[in-house]
Nanobody
Framework: QVQLVESGGGLVQAGGSLRLSCAASGRSFYNYGLGWFRQAPGKEREFVAA????????SYADAVKGRFTISRDYAKNTVYLQMNTLRPEDTAVYYC?????????????????????WGQGTQVTVSS
């Protein structure tokens, strides 16, 4: 089992920044690729960003590329999502997720079904 707890959400004006954190506990943090997803009201959960086992590979949704950065800290068993230049359309509940991985790649990490463990989510609201 892997337990994931997100934090760092809140209300921010357009153009502002937030950093989301996701603390992991349970099984070895080193064995999991990690991702961030988001879900706006009335919409399906969508991929935001992913990071590989070593942290050496990352991938992003086109909508956030160049504005968001995913990173992981092995000492703290935490994955982060730095969000800059936020837009009202970024408003959503943000979830972190973990999937057991063998290969150090983010290939195949862009879909909801690939993840076994999920956090409870943290709300991000961007006002215009």
């Amino acid at each position: 089992q892997v337990q994931l707890v997100e934090s760092g959400g809140g209300l921010v004006q357009a153009g502002g920044s937030l950093r989301l954190s996701c603390a992991a506990s349970g099984r070895s943090f080193y064995n999991y690729g990690l991702g961030w997803f988001r879900q706006a009201p009335g919409k399906e959960r969508e991929f935001v960003a992913a990071i590989s086992l070593s942290g050496g590979s990352t991938s992003y949704a086109d909508a956030v590329k160049g504005r968001f950065t995913i990173s992981r800290d092995y000492a703290k068993n935490t994955v982060y999502l730095q969000m800059n230049t936020l837009r009202p359309e970024d408003t959503a509940v943000y979830y972190c997720a973990a999937q057991f991985a063998i290969f150090d790649t983010t290939q195949g990490m862009g879909t909801v079904k690939g993840y076994r463990y999920w956090g409870q989510g943290t709300q991000v609201t961007v006002s215009s």
